[in-house]
């Protein structure tokens, strides 16, 4: 059988990075296999809909580089994608269940519902639910004679459809990460299945869609296995064979717990896909930090591209723990992929980004020789901007931390090595040179080789750190070079 899996968020706002991991997951399972990607969008509940979410998911897919084979954008055959687009076939499909004995129709008002549920509390059930039992002495087609419930149907009364859940059954299934897993029926809710706006339930939906759309096999969150039994126990209502189920295991903060978006804020970690769009990361970086996010292929490689990812993945190596989410081996990756990165292929990126914030780079070549000047010290590549703007502007402003390091003797210091490159002819203002006329400043005053240098550093680039000083002072040229230490001597004093 073809595999198909599909991805089936709900658009209620920005995708997490949770769920993106779980469309990889799904991505590369398929991939691994051959078989088709889908992207369905779950938006039966109205209430929680946001404008633009179905956007943010899809660019976000597109930006690390999955390809939706299925979706609401390219339709298959099995279509429309978008679950509010399906309201009739849910009705049909919720209709064969009452036909056949495993879907009831209720008329209960919320009052009669939590009515039932005090008095259940007050004789000693603390949770009470609407099921087995308890259908039988509230108002649903079971109870009503079959007159009354036409009448009610035909004058409009308001109604859910409820699903018939067996008194006492065990549910079990296999679940490719977790093994057998067994569900009593005993205490389970009649879930409800249409809601009284005729909207299917995510339960009903999510099953009938499945189905119909000839999903193989569903990878998702843990956060759903407990829906599982009810899921399980529809296919059977409706005699279909269940796909396969795979529950990845929960996103963990470093510091414990689920990461939550208030866990995710307080420790540094961005937790919407855009998030990482904006901020700059390199997807091929963020796709090999959430493909070890829960699985490994069991040696101790860790860079794989999407691609070999694909070829690697297979469930029975995801782990059933959960996973932490660790902000410093993402940013591992990152720069990993950044020294990665050709000095061409960074040059046209950094431009723009630079130049968004108001930089002139200069030209190409200038700007591909700080690229390569930087290349092997940034983590994230807006820091060739923020690390190299003393390349494209006179340094203003000191870096406070740098200061510390501006001794008594610095002055003296940066005008002797002045003196000494102010006598060079413009060929000779080279990286060598410019090494060799600092070295005998440190041997005229016999000061070790920091004392100078990094005054010099701080005049010049107005930073205690950076890349390599004699290239970037060549690079900057004797007039600016010259000029920046006049600035800063008269500054600094
Ligand atoms: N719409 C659900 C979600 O937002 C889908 C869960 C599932 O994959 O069954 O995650």
Known sequence: MNVRVRFAPSPTGFLH???????????????????????????????RYVEGAEQDIVKSLEWVGMTIDEGPNNPGDVGPYRQSER???????????????????????????DEMRERLKKSGNPSPSYDSITRQSMK??????????????????????????????????????????SFETAGLDDQVLMKSDGMPTYHLANVVDDHTMGITDVIRGEEWLSSAPKHILLYKAFGWEPPTMAHLPLIMSPSGGKLSKRKAESEG????????????????????FLAYLGWSPGDDSEVHSMKELCELFTLDRVSKGGAVFNHKKLMWYN?????????????????????STGLNTKDDAYL????????????????????????????????????????EDSPGMVSAYKAKIEALADSEFKAETLKSKLEEVVSENEVGFGKVMMPVRI??????????????????????????????????G
Do not use: C
């Open 335 to 355: 720069e990993h992929y950044i020294r990665e990165t050709s000095v061409e292929e960074l040059l046209p990126r950094v431009k723009e980004l630079a130049e």
């Open 269 to 288: 970690i961005p937790i919407n896909t855009k998030d990482y769009i904006t901020g700059n990361y390199e997807p091929e970086a963020l796709v090999n």
């Open 87 to 113: 309201k009739e076939m849910y009705q049909e499909y919720a209709k064969q269940l009452i036909d056949n004995g495993h879907a009831y129709y209720a008329f209960d008002t919320t009052e009669e519902i």
């Open 368 to 407: 591909s020789a700080v690229i390569s000047l930087l290349h092997e010290r940034v983590s994230k590549i807006d820091e060739f901007v923020t690390m190299g703007s003393f390349f494209f502007e006179t340094p203003k402003e000191y870096d406070e931390n740098a200061l510390k390091k501006w001794k």
């Open 17 to 47: 990075i949770g769920g993106l991991r779980t469309a990889l997951y799904n991505y590369l399972f398929t991939r691994h296999h051959g078989g088709v990607f889908v992207l369905r969008i779950e938006d039966t509940d109205q209430s």
């Open 459 to 492: 005049a010049t680039t107005g930073q205690g750190f950076g890349p390599d000083l004699f290239p970037a002072l060549e690079l900057i040229g004797k007039e600016e070079v010259l000029s920046r230490i006049d600035f800063a001597l008269e500054k600094l």
């Open 140 to 181: 649903n087609s079971l109870t009503l004679p079959q007159d009354e419930v036409e009448r009610r149907l035909e004058a409009g009364d308001e109604y859910v459809i409820r699903l018939k859940v067996p008194r006492r059954e065990t549910v079990k299934f296999e679940d490719l990460i977790r093994g057998i897993v």
